[in-house]
């Protein structure tokens, strides 16, 4: 078992690709990544995809949006699933499961 992964997910490719590929105005700022828009495109899917598949293999999952700000969207402790609002935020997998 995986004890605790946190995943966090831009719900909107578009707003993701704006975060990764903006300049960065601060020093200390990793913004840009230096990652090729088409791979953030082909990655994109896949990572949220591959969200499920690691769910049900951990102990406890947090899973954060932060399309419009940093917002805890979905817990599962010991495999019961303790806050869900998956259905809210659209671009995230919504075959979860606890």
């Known amino acids: 078992m995986i004890s605790q992964p946190q995943y966090l997910i831009i719900g909107v ?13 601060k020093s200390w700022c ?9 791979t953030i ?8 995809r591959n969200l499920a598949a690691v769910t049900v293999k951990a102990d ?3 899973i954060f949006d932060n399309t419009n700000r940093f917002m805890l969207v979905y817990v599962s402790e010991q ?8 259905r809210q935020f ?4 919504q075959g979860i499961q606890a």
């Open 90 to 93: 659209s671009g995230i997998n």
């Open 41 to 48: 495109k082909k990655w994109y899917p896949q990572s949220n």
């Open 13 to 25: 490719i578009d707003t993701s690709l704006q975060i990764v590929l903006r300049p960065c105005m």
């Open 60 to 62: 406890n999952v947090f």
């Open 30 to 38: 990793s913004c840009g990544h230096g990652i090729p828009e088409a």
């Open 79 to 86: 495999g019961q699933a303790i806050k869900n609002t998956l």
